[in-house]
Each structure stands twice: as structure tokens, then as C-alpha cells.
């Protein structure tokens, strides 16, 4: 499978290049969602790709999608992606790409916390609270939580920090009948999602889930969903209270980046080393097979 840090299909119309995903449009009412080997550490996009990790992405929300698809509609449309563009152009689609239904998307991302730690720890440091839920005092770093937390952001346009906000601002936004049903969703996919995670010995920490409208108003999962680029997975036998657990996800790469002392994680990006973009890599293709049960071998 090759590396594809950035596609240039010119068959379908281009809609939007993000941090990772480039999309493109399938006539009026889909889209081509193609996942790049690029990597966002602190919303700047890094200048080296990391290998597969596009595909590992892709493969494993749609395990995801089809596993949680009794909870809530998803975008999935069941075309095969190589379908929609040139046989020229199949490479750059093939393993890493979904045709989906193209919808209103919710201006919100929908963060869902088991255990305190990341911009949560922070705010919970400094506040003694999360997004205005107010935790009990004395809790340690990478805790579990009595209940999951519902702790929604705002979308950050690319270069730019997601911010988190109240429920109550999250309704201004949406709305409070739809901002309750996001929330009483996003949870729900949490914990069914950390309940089988739990049985492969992965602990889901914290996730984030996207959202639009169908042409129907009715509410869909879209984007990605509990992959190592949204969510925080940890080996439970490495797990311990007080410590930042090591991670199935770019963390490899965070903590790396923390030691430059002269780099003010904004762009450009610093250099990445080879052996900690293929170590990386690595931990994406772990994840994959641990929590899947199948071998990445047979997907490329």
C-alpha cells in the first residue's frame, strides 16, 4: 500500500483539504472521503507523512460504523470508492477511502471523557471543572470517572486550537432538543465502544464523534469515529492512576514533540524523525489488530 500524503484526483470535483482527509464530490449528494497519511499533532499539520496510517484509519472506523450502526444512522453508503474515480487514480483511494452521504454537518465536536486527562486534566487543574461539569476534588492524573462526561468543542479550522465549551453554549449553537440528542447519543457510542474495547484489553479514555443533518433533519454519524486519531486507547496492563498511560495513538508523537523547547507548536511543523514516524505507524497498526482481531497483513 503506498504512502499518500496528499491526493490529487481530477476526475471529481475537490470540496476541501483538512488536516487528514481530502474530500471530493460525487455528483449532488456524496461525497469521496479520502484518508492521507498526513498527521496533526496540536492542530499544525506535520511535513512527514505517517505510513499506512490513512488506511489504518479508514479500516478501522468502518469496523466501528458497522459495529455501532444499531445506535445511530452513519454516513456510509456502501460504494466502493475505487468505483467513483479513474483506474489511474484507484491507488490513491484504495484502502483509505469511503463514498458517504454528503450532510449539513454539526459546527460542533462531540468529546466524550472516561478518564481525566488531556486539554480535560488542564481545565480541571485550573477550574476544578470540565466544559462547567464540576468534578469531585482530588482527583489524579489519567483517572476514571465516576460516569462519562459529555464535554463538547468547538471545530477549529485547520491551523487553528478547538476550543471547549459549555452544554449550555453547545445549545445556543444547536439547539436544546438537538444538543440533548447529541449528547444522549455521543455518550451511548462511548460506552458501548469502551465495554467491548474493555475486552481487548484497550481502555478508551476519551473519543470524539461528528455529527450532520440528512436531507430528513435526521441525525448522523459522519467523518470518523473511535479511530487513534480521535479517540485515546491504552493498554490496560500498562494502565496506572497518576501517570499519562502510553497510547495506541499519535501520543507517541505529542510526547515527542514536547521535548523541543524551541518550537511553539505552531506552524511550520518541526522535523519528524524517521524512527518516530514508523514507531507511530506501528502503534496504529496495533491498535487495529488488537481491537479488531484481524491481521493488518491481510488488508494491504
Known amino acids: 500500500m503506498s504512502v499518500v500524503y496528499s491526493t490529487n484526483i481530477a476526475s471529481l470535483p475537490l ?66 470508492p475505487e468505483a467513483v474515480v479513474t483506474a489511474e487514480e484507484a491507488g490513491q483511494v484504495r484502502g483509505r ?83 440533548e440528542q447529541v449528547r444522549e447519543v455521543s455518550v451511548r457510542l462511548y460506552q458501548e465502544a469502551a465495554e467491548f474495547a474493555a475486552t481487548r484489553g ?18 448522523t454519524l459522519m467523518d470518523e469515529v473511535l479511530t487513534a486519531d480521535s479517540s485515546r486507547f491504552w493498554p490496560v496492563d500498562q494502565y496506572q492512576v497518576g501517570i499519562s498511560p502510553p497510547s495506541f495513538d499519535k501520543q507517541f508523537v505529542r510526547d515527542y514533540l514536547e521535548t523541543l523547547s524551541d518550537w511553539n507548536k505552531k506552524a511550520p511543523a518541526p522535523p519528524l524523525p524517521a524512527e518516530v514516524a514508523e514507531k507511530t505507524a506501528e502503534k496504529y497498526r496495533q491498535a487495529f489488530e488488537v481491537l479488531t482481531g484481524q491481521t493488518w497483513k491481510s488488508f494491504v
Open 15 to 80: 470540496l476541501h483539504k483538512g488536516k487528514v482527509r481530502d474530500n471530493y464530490a460525487v455528483g449532488e449528494n456524496r461525497m469521496l472521503i479520502v484518508a492521507t497519511d498526513r498527521l496533526s499533532a496540536f492542530d499544525v499539520i506535520l511535513n512527514e507523512p505517517i505510513p499506512e496510517k490513512g488506511a489504518v484509519l479508514t479500516q478501522m472506523a468502518a469496523f466501528w460504523f458497522h459495529k455501532l450502526g444499531h445506535i445511530v444512522a452513519n454516513h456510509l453508503t456502501g460504494i466502493e
Open 97 to 179: 477511502a469511503m463514498v458517504v452521504k454528503k450532510l449539513k454537518p454539526l459546527p460542533i465536536e462531540a468529546v466524550v471523557r472516561g478518564y481525566i486527562i488531556g486539554s480535560g486534566w488542564k481545565d480541571y487543574q485550573a477550574t476544578g471543572a470540565v466544559c462547567g461539569i464540576e468534578l469531585p476534588k482530588g482527583l489524579k492524573l489519567a483517572q476514571r470517572l465516576e460516569q462519562p462526561i459529555f464535554t463538547p468543542a468547538t471545530k477549529a479550522a485547520v491551523g487553528e486550537h478547538d476550543e471547549n465549551i459549555s452544554f449550555d453554549e453547545m445549545c445556543k449553537t444547536l439547539g436544546h432538543e438537538l444538543a
Open 202 to 219: 484497550i481502555i478508551i479514555a476519551d473519543t470524539k464523534f461528528e455529527f450532520g443533518l440528512d436531507e430528513n433533519g435526521v441525525l
